[in-house]
């Protein structure tokens, strides 16, 4: 990176100011500053990828197909045994809120940012449900990243969203009947079922949204 006076004058910021952004970035890993060597922007895969900002930032450049593959493995990953968690902690208001976002997914029809937030918001529900906060910050923090994927993945065809409204409502009704191996093979339907979207009629706009819009929803 620039040394600290070309930083100064290029954002006409405090030596204070700069030096808080300097420990903020490094504390998110994404550069490196030491005395004699000077300040290095480290590589993507030393990031921080559990930050809100870190996140947000990456998403406000764009959605590119390396960076939706990476999310879609780690959904496979952790929100099956979420939801099979959910399916032995869940509550009577846990299922009211699971219900509730598929009742708004069912009225935001084609409307994509609207079906997006519900979505998220189903999603949100889950997590809570299984009464492990680490599942729920987990959730929390990527939050803005799945909102900005929904807003790109969700269904414009009325026979689609009917579909996905079905494949998330398997997952509330597995997770009532207290079945966790349904409510985790449910859970890795609807993630597929994204994916699928993404790589098949959506993938074209991966390289032609940016997701400032899309993170709006979250």
């Known amino acids: 990176m620039p040394g600290a006076p070309e930083l100064f004058e290029r954002f006409g910021a405090s030596r204070v100011l700069m030096r808080e952004v300097t420990k903020t970035l490094v504390a998110k890993g994404m550069i490196s500053a ?9 590589p993507p895969d030393q990031w921080n990828w559990f930050d809100p900002d870190v996140l ?7 959605l590119d197909a390396s960076f939706v593959r990476h999310l879609g493995q780690m959904r496979r990953a ?24 598929l009742a708004a997914m069912r009225l935001a029809g084609i409307n994509r940012h609207a079906f997006a937030k519900a979505d998220l918001e189903f999603h949100v529900a889950v997590a809570i449900a299984s009464g492990n906060p ?3 910050s987990f959730a929390s923090v990527i939050e803005i990243a799945l909102g900005a994927l929904f807003s790109l993945s969700s269904p414009d065809r009325p026979d689609a969203i009917a579909e996905n409204v ?6 509330a009704d597995a997770i009532e009947r207290g079945d966790a ?15 699928d979207y993404m790589t098949g009629s959506g993938n074209h ?13 979250a």
């Open 205 to 217: 706009e991966l390289s032609s949204v940016r997701p400032q819009e899309a993170v709006k929803t």
């Open 78 to 101: 952790v929100e099956p045994a979420i939801a099979a968690l959910a399916a032995t902690e869940r509550t009577p208001d846990h299922l009211d809120r699971m219900r509730a976002a």
């Open 34 to 42: 030491k005395a004699r060597v000077g300040t290095q922007v480290l």
């Open 166 to 171: 079905a494949r998330h409502a398997a997952i």
């Open 134 to 136: 680490m599942f729920r």
């Open 56 to 62: 947000a930032w990456r998403a406000r450049v764009g």
């Open 181 to 195: 191996e349904a409510a985790a093979a449910a859970m890795l339907a609807v993630i597929h079922m994204g994916s």
